[in-house]
C-alpha cells in the first residue's frame, strides 16, 4: 500500500491492517492464558474450570473464519439538532463487525460487534429516525475475501443526520434499494454452504434477532425473507447477550435434515459461535437404528397426538393395587403395612402425576415411611441406615415391582405394537378400529430387543421414555422448516424446552409431510408455547420479484392462511420451457446457464433424478448430489430442496412434482422458490395450473426429439 496514498478508502484500508494486528495479539494472548492458566491462584477445581474456559476462547479465536473484520461504520452527531439522540455515543465513531476486536481488554474496541447494543442503530437507524447517528458507512469487499484489506474495493455513507437526506439516506429505509453495497451482497452468486447476514440485516429481522430470551417467538416467513438467517442470527444473539445462562442450560438448533444443517453449518461459527448443538428431531430421539418404514397410513396415526394418550395408558396399565398386605422383618420383630394403607400410597402417587420412575421411588418411600413411623412409635426414632436397609430390603423391593413395575420404553412401544388386544385396550375410545389395524405389527418379534423400528417408531419411544423420567432441556432451542413437525414430534421437543424458550421458523405454504401443520396456534399448542408470538416475513430480498409472482400464484392454490410475498428485487428472469425431450432441454438449459456466474440446481420428482444425471454426464456436464455442498451443478430430488437455493434453478415436470405425494403441490411451491436469480420450468407434462400460461408466461421453444 503506497504511503502517500491519504484517500478515504486508503486510510480505511489502514484501519482494517491495525484491527487485524490486534486481533493477532487477542489470539496470542488467548494462547498465554491458556500456557499459563495453571498458575492462577486458586483452588483446584476453580483453576480447572478457569483453564478450561481459557482453553475454550482460545480455540474460538483460532477456529476463527478468515474474513473482513468490519463491514460497517457508524459516525454519531457531535453537535446540530441530532446530537441529543446519541446520548452517551455523541462525537463517536464504532466500526461495525462480526465480532468485537481490541488491543486491551480494557481498551476501547477498534471494532465493535454486531449485537452490542451500540450496534443496533446500524440496522435500525433511518432518515426518518436517524437515532443520532450523523453518518451510517457500509463498506463493499470483493466476493469470497479472506480479510486482506486490499480486498476492500469501495464503501459509501448515508448521511441520516442532515436534513435535506439525499436519496442514499432515503434509502435506508429501505436500504436492499438505496444501498448498491447491500443490494450486491444478498444478489451476489452463491456456491456452497450458507452464508451469514450480519452485514445485510433489515430492521424488521433485526427486531426479531434481538428479541428477549424468555419470549417464545414464532417466524411465518415467506420464501426469500430469511427467516432462516434470522434464527441463526438469534442464536448468535443470545450467546452474546446472555453467555451464562444459555451456555448453562444450552442451545439447540433442529434443522429438517442432515443436508440442510451441512448447508447452514458454517453460520454461527462465522459469527464467533462455535460449539453449538445442530441436530434433528430424529437425531435427539434415535435410541435405536432406523431399519423400517412405516406405510403413509401408520404414519399417519404414529404422528397423531392421540398417540400420547395411548402410550400413557399403556404404560400406567401396569400399576396395579397391593395383592396383600407388606410384612418387613426387623430383627426379631416383624413390620406389617395393611394393605388397604398400600392402596392409598399407590393411589396417591399416581393421582400426583409424576414420571413414571419418580413415581416408583415415591411409592418406595411412602411404604419405608408407614413402617418407620410404626417403629418410631414403638422404641423411639431411626436413623438414615436403617431407612435404607427397610428400603433395600427384599419384602419392600417385591412389592413395588409387583405395584410399580420397572420397564423399559422400547418394552412398553413394542408391547402396543405388537399385541393387538394390548393396543386395543389402550386405545379404546382414542383410536379407531382401521387406525389400530394401521399401525399394529402383522408379524411381532420374539421381543423387544429384536424389534426393528421405524422413524414414527422412535418418536413414540421417546414420548414413552419422557412419561418414564424427563429429559435434560435446552434454555433455548431453534427450530427450522417446523411447518413439517408432527404433533408427536413437536411434543419431543417441548419436553426439551420445558423451563426455556423457541424460536420457531418455518412457511405453511411449504408444508409438505402428510401431518404438517394447517396452523401456527395448533403447532405452538404441541410445543407448549400456545402464546408464542407469531410475526410475518413477507419482504422478500433474496427470491426476485419474476419469480415470487409465479409463487404466489401457486399460493391461491394451497390450503393455506398465508400472506402473499413481495420482493424488493425487480431483477430475475423467468422462463417456462414446453418440450417433448425432457432430458435434452434440461441438458441445454444447463448448459447456457453455466455460462453465468453461480450455482445450478436442477430439480425433479425423486424418480427422475437417477436419469437427469446420467443424461447431464453423457453431455459431459458434470453434477453432484444434495449432500455434496459447493458444486456448480446439482441434481436433487424435490423431497430434499427445502431449506436450499441456488442461483439458477432447472425445475422439471411440475406436474410429476406435484403428482409425487399427497401435498405435492406444496411441494412444488417449495421447488419454484429455490431460485434467487433465475428459474426455468421444463416441461412435457400439462402444467398443473393452466392459469399459470394464461398469466403472460412465455413458452420458449425445446427442441425436437
Known amino acids: 500500500m503506497d504511503a502517500s496514498d491519504h484517500s478515504p478508502l486508503a486510510l480505511e484500508r489502514s484501519y482494517h491492517d491495525a484491527c487485524r494486528a490486534a486481533l493477532t495479539g487477542m489470539v496470542e494472548g488467548a494462547q498465554e492464558q491458556v500456557a499459563g492458566g495453571a498458575d492462577v491462584s486458586a483452588s483446584g477445581a476453580d483453576a480447572e474450570v478457569l483453564g478450561y474456559q ?5 480455540k474460538a479465536l483460532r477456529e476463527l473464519p478468515e474474513a473482513p473484520l468490519f463491514f460497517g461504520r457508524l459516525d454519531f452527531a457531535a453537535d446540530g439538532p441530532h446530537a441529543a439522540e446519541a446520548g452517551d455515543h455523541r462525537g463517536q465513531r464504532y466500526y461495525i463487525g ?18 452490542a447494543p451500540v450496534s443496533r442503530a446500524f440496522y435500525q437507524a433511518g432518515a426518518l ?19 486482506d484489506s486490499t480486498d476492500l474495493t469501495g464503501m459509501e455513507d448515508e448521511h441520516l443526520a442532515d436534513a435535506d437526506a439525499d436519496a442514499d439516506a432515503a434509502g435506508s429505509e429501505a ?50 425473507t430469511g427467516k432462516t438467517a434470522v434464527g441463526l442470527h438469534r442464536a448468535a444473539y443470545l450467546l452474546y447477550t446472555h453467555p451464562q445462562r444459555v451456555q448453562r442450560s444450552g442451545l439447540l438448533i433442529l434443522g429438517p435434515n442432515r443436508t440442510f444443517l451441512r448447508y447452514i453449518a458454517e453460520v454461527l461459527p462465522s459469527l464467533g459461535e462455535t460449539g453449538v448443538r445442530q441436530s434433528t428431531v430424529l437425531d435427539e430421539v434415535g435410541r435405536h437404528p432406523v431399519r423400517a418404514e412405516d406405510g403413509e397410513a401408520a404414519a399417519l396415526v404414529k404422528h397423531d397426538a392421540r398417540m400420547a394418550e395411548v402410550l400413557r395408558r399403556a404404560l400406567y396399565s401396569r400399576v396395579r393395587a397391593p395383592a396383600d398386605s407388606l410384612a418387613v422383618p426387623d430383627g426379631s420383630y416383624r413390620w406389617r403395612v395393611p394393605r388397604e394403607e398400600l392402596e392409598r400410597i399407590v393411589e396417591s402417587v399416581r393421582g ?9 421411588e415415591r411409592v418406595r418411600s411412602r411404604v419405608v415411611r408407614a413402617v418407620q413411623e410404626q417403629a418410631e412409635r414403638r422404641s423411639g426414632p431411626r ?20 405395584v410399580w413395575p420397572k420397564v423399559r420404553a422400547d418394552e412398553v412401544l413394542a408391547e402396543v405394537l405388537g399385541d393387538p388386544d394390548v393396543l386395543a385396550a389402550a386405545a379404546e375410545g382414542v383410536l379407531g378400529a382401521e387406525e389400530q389395524r394401521a399401525i399394529v405389527w402383522h408379524r411381532a418379534p420374539r421381543s423387544y430387543k429384536s424389534a426393528r423400528w421405524g422413524p414414527a417408531d422412535l418418536v413414540l419411544m421417546d414420548e ?20 413439517d413437525l408432527s404433533p408427536m414430534e413437536c411434543r419431543a421437543i417441548a419436553r426439551r424446552v420445558g423451563f426455556g424458550s423457541l424460536t420457531v421458523l418455518g412457511d405453511l405454504a411449504q408444508a409438505t409431510t402428510p401431518w404438517a401443520a394447517r396452523s401456527w396456534r395448533d403447532l405452538l399448542g404441541h410445543l407448549g408455547k400456545p402464546d408464542a408470538t407469531v410475526t410475518p416475513l413477507t419482504t422478500g430480498f433474496r427470491v426476485p420479484k419474476a419469480i415470487v409472482g409465479l409463487a404466489n400464484r401457486l399460493l391461491a392454490h394451497l390450503d393455506v392462511d398465508v400472506p402473499p410475498a413481495r420482493s424488493m428485487r425487480a431483477d430475475g428472469e423467468l422462463r417456462v420451457r414446453e418440450t417433448r425431450d425432457v432430458a435434452a432441454a434440461v441438458v441445454e438449459t444447463v448448459r447456457g446457464a453455466l455460462g ?17 444425471r446420467a443424461a447431464l454426464d453423457a453431455a459431459g456436464i458434470a453434477s453432484a448430489g444434495p449432500d455434496e455442498l459447493g458444486a456448480r451443478v446439482t441434481v436433487l430430488p424435490a423431497s430434499h430442496a427445502k431449506g436450499l437455493e441456488y442461483d439458477h434453478v432447472v425445475a422439471v415436470e411440475p406436474a410429476a412434482i406435484a403428482a409425487a405425494e399427497r401435498r405435492g403441490p406444496h411441494r412444488l411451491y417449495v421447488v419454484l422458490t429455490r431460485a434467487v436469480s433465475r428459474l426455468d420450468v421444463v416441461h412435457s407434462l400439462p402444467l398443473p395450473w393452466a392459469a399459470w400460461t394464461e398469466n403472460g408466461l412465455v413458452s420458449a421453444p425445446g427442441p425436437t426429439p
Open 464 to 483: 414413552v421414555q419422557g412419561m418414564l423420567e424427563r429429559p435434560e432441556g435446552y434454555g433455548h432451542i431453534v427450530v427450522d422448516e417446523a411447518q
Open 352 to 360: 400426583e402425576e409424576p414420571p413414571y420412575a419418580v413415581g416408583r
Open 383 to 402: 436413623n438414615n441406615t436403617w431407612v435404607q436397609k427397610i428400603g433395600r430390603s427384599r419384602p419392600v423391593s417385591a412389592l413395588v415391582e409387583q
Open 54 to 58: 481459557f482453553r475454550s476462547h482460545a
Open 596 to 612: 453465468r456466474e453461480g450455482s445450478v440446481g436442477v430439480i425433479a420428482a425423486d424418480a427422475q433424478t437417477g436419469s437427469l
Open 129 to 147: 429516525a436517524p437515532q443520532g447517528v450523523a453518518v451510517r458507512r457500509r463498506f463493499g469487499w470483493a466476493p469470497g475475501s479472506k480479510g
Open 98 to 115: 462480526r465480532l468485537r476486536v481490541t488491543e486491551h481488554p480494557s481498551a476501547p474496541p477498534l471494532v465493535v460487534d454486531w449485537r
Open 175 to 224: 436500504p436492499q434499494g438505496g444501498s448498491r453495497i447491500v443490494a450486491g451482497e444478498i444478489e451476489r452468486p452463491r456456491v456452497g454452504p450458507m452464508r451469514d447476514i450480519a452485514a445485510t440485516i433489515q430492521p424488521e429481522q433485526d427486531d426479531l434477532v434481538r428479541g428477549e430470551l424468555t419470549a417464545s417467538i414464532c417466524v411465518q416467513g415467506a420464501p426469500g
